[in-house]
Nanobody, 120 residues
Framework: QLQASGGGLVQAGGSLRLSCAVS????????AGWFRQVPGKEREAISC????????YYSHSVKGRFTIFRDNAKNTVYLQMNNLKPEDTAVYYC???????????????YGQGTQVTVSS
């Protein structure tokens, strides 16, 4: 089970840190991904990381502002979001999979979403 948290309302330029707490399985062997979705649009991958190594994916829209990282000891994946913009407003989801991919359906475990709202 994946439990995403940390969303909320923030002003443009502010920061939030999302957490994805994993229970029931060990995070360590899994790749992890963060996705977001705006009503009426497809869910998009914004950051994905392998189970180990430095081959990390960031979408063009968040590169340089967001950082994905993991703490296997705490069984938690994080998404640090800095310099937030109104266009970052979305529901954010975490997922675990067997390999790094930007395709939502290729993941194995999914968390519920957490709402992030950025005001201008």
């Amino acid at each position: 089970q994946l439990q995403a948290s940390g969303g909320g309302l923030v002003q443009a330029g502010g920061s939030l840190r999302l957490s994805c707490a994993v229970s029931g399985v060990s995070l360590e062997p899994y790749a992890a991904g963060w996705f977001r979705q705006v009503p009426g649009k497809e869910r998009e991958a914004i950051s994905c990381m392998p189970y180990r190594g430095e081959n990390i994916y960031y979408s063009h829209s968040v590169k340089g502002r967001f950082t994905i990282f993991r703490d296997n000891a705490k069984n938690t994946v994080y998404l640090q979001m800095n310099n937030l913009k109104p266009e970052d407003t979305a529901v954010y989801y975490c997922a675990l999979g067997d390999y790094l991919t930007t395709i939502w359906d290729e993941y194995r475990h999914y968390g519920q979403g957490t709402q992030v709202t950025v005001s201008s």
